[in-house]
């Protein structure tokens, strides 16, 4: 779904680590470069999984809604960065204990290399349509505070007025977002109401989309308004790269823009960014999953002879 940007940078991660490991471990043979491997992988998802994980976990305390995968991302990272300390500090006296340890988590790792591909792709994101004059705009929705729009929220919502204001007064305004199950009302009738009552944007210039659950579901249902392209969607910075793509997917023209949000925020959004966007084949995924179930196994059982 992310298209082949991110399949190179995954590749280049792959590739990056084995040959870093084969460089280190190949004078002690396979089991040497297997063992690189695990101490590479694991050190590098410490400044990128890890990092997410305790920032979300501060970032948490402001959230509107703490979902079950907020929780996930935060104990993941935590947790990862925890396993690699620890085999830090047995390394020096028990070098095959802390070895064995890192073989034990390889689905961590797998995720913590896919995170630093996912960063690299959104870091690489280009604008699809330099200096394009848009016929509508696009706020995409986000959570509500009661009835009204949540910090995030309004912030896409104040910089799309921003854009209107200084634009063509011909340009439609389209607020996207359905009703989530503990919302009062719709995200776009919130939106709406914030743009007409704090934004000065004339209600007749706005245009609701109040059925759409994703941010496909909120692209596709727009366009279902026939709302005049080119577009300029307005969301939040770490969700630019995933819009571009859907953008392009669906063949709509038109580009992304972005809003701010706390940089305590981003990491963990970062990462429920690669777990909304990647959707690997089946076979990919067979092969991803056997391998990090049999090296996890040969760890637990390493670590287990290495304890008895």
């Not at 491997?37 to 999984?49: E, H, K, N, R």
């Not at 000065?200 to 210039?205: I, K, Q, S």
């Given at each position: 779904?992310?298209?082949?940007r991110?399949?190179?940078?995954?590749?280049?991660?792959a590739?990056?680590?084995?040959?870093?490991?084969?460089?280190?471990?190949?004078?002690d043979?396979?089991?040497?470069?297997?063992?690189?491997?695990?101490?590479?992988?694991?050190?590098?998802?410490?400044?990128?999984?890890?990092?997410?994980?305790?920032?979300?976990?501060?970032?948490?305390?402001?959230?509107?809604?703490?979902?079950?995968?907020?929780l996930?991302?935060?104990?993941?990272?935590?947790?990862?960065?925890?396993?690699?300390?620890?085999?830090?500090?047995l390394?020096?006296?028990r070098?095959?204990?802390?070895?064995?340890?890192?073989?034990?988590?390889?689905?961590a790792?797998?995720?913590?290399?896919?995170?630093?591909a996912?960063?690299?792709?959104?870091a690489?994101?280009?604008?699809?349509?330099p200096?394009?004059?848009?016929?509508?705009?696009?706020?995409?929705?986000g959570?509500?505070?009661?009835?009204?729009?949540g910090?995030?929220l309004?912030?896409?919502?104040?910089?799309?007025?921003?854009?209107?204001?200084?634009?063509?007064?011909?340009?439609r305004?389209?607020?996207?977002g359905?009703?989530?199950?503990d919302?009062?009302?719709?995200?776009?009738?919130?939106?709406?109401?914030?743009?007409v009552?704090?934004?000065?944007v004339?209600?007749d210039?706005?245009d609701l989309?109040?059925?759409?659950?994703?941010?496909?579901?909120?692209?596709a249902?727009?366009?279902?308004?026939?709302?005049?392209?080119?577009?300029?969607?307005?969301?939040?910075?770490?969700?630019v790269?995933?819009?571009?793509?859907l953008?392009?997917?669906?063949?709509?023209?038109?580009d992304?823009?972005?809003?701010?949000?706390?940089?305590?925020y981003?990491?963990?959004?970062?990462?429920?960014?690669?777990a909304?966007t990647?959707?690997?084949?089946?076979?990919?995924?067979?092969?991803?999953?056997?391998?990090?179930?049999?090296t996890t196994?040969?760890?637990?059982?390493?670590?287990?002879?290495?304890?008895?």
């Amino acid at each position: 779904m992310l298209g082949r940007r991110f399949e190179v940078w995954g590749v280049a991660v792959a590739f990056a680590v084995a040959a870093l490991a084969t460089a280190i471990g190949v004078r002690d043979g396979w089991t040497g470069v297997v063992d690189a491997a695990a101490w590479i992988s694991a050190v590098a998802t410490v400044p990128t999984l890890g990092v997410a994980g305790f920032a979300h976990a501060i970032a948490m305390r402001r959230m509107q809604r703490v979902k079950v995968h907020d929780l996930a991302i935060a104990g993941v990272g935590i947790l990862a960065t925890a396993i690699v300390v620890v085999a830090i500090v047995l390394a020096p006296t028990r070098p095959d204990l802390a070895t064995g340890l890192l073989h034990c988590c390889w689905p961590a790792w797998i995720l913590g290399l896919a995170f630093a591909a996912y960063l690299l792709h959104a870091a690489t994101s280009r604008p699809l349509a330099p200096g394009m004059t848009p016929r509508t705009i696009v706020v995409l929705g986000g959570a509500l505070k009661g009835r009204h729009v949540g910090p995030l929220l309004r912030r896409r919502v104040e910089r799309a007025a921003t854009l209107w204001h200084a634009g063509d007064a011909n340009v439609r305004m389209v607020v996207s977002g359905g009703q989530g199950r503990d919302e009062p009302r719709s995200e776009a009738e919130a939106m709406a109401e914030h743009l007409v009552e704090a934004c000065g944007v004339p209600e007749d210039a706005i245009d609701l989309e109040d059925r759409s659950t994703s941010t496909e579901e909120n692209l596709a249902l727009t366009r279902a308004l026939g709302a005049p392209e080119p577009w300029l969607v307005v969301t939040s910075e770490y969700h630019v790269p995933r819009t571009r793509v859907l953008l392009q997917r669906l063949g709509i023209a038109g580009d992304a823009i972005d809003s701010w949000s706390s940089p305590v925020y981003r990491p963990g959004a970062l990462v429920r960014e690669l777990a909304a966007t990647v959707r690997p084949a089946r076979g990919t995924l067979l092969v991803l999953g056997g391998l990090a179930v049999a090296t996890t196994i040969v760890g637990v059982a390493r670590t287990a002879g290495l304890v008895g």
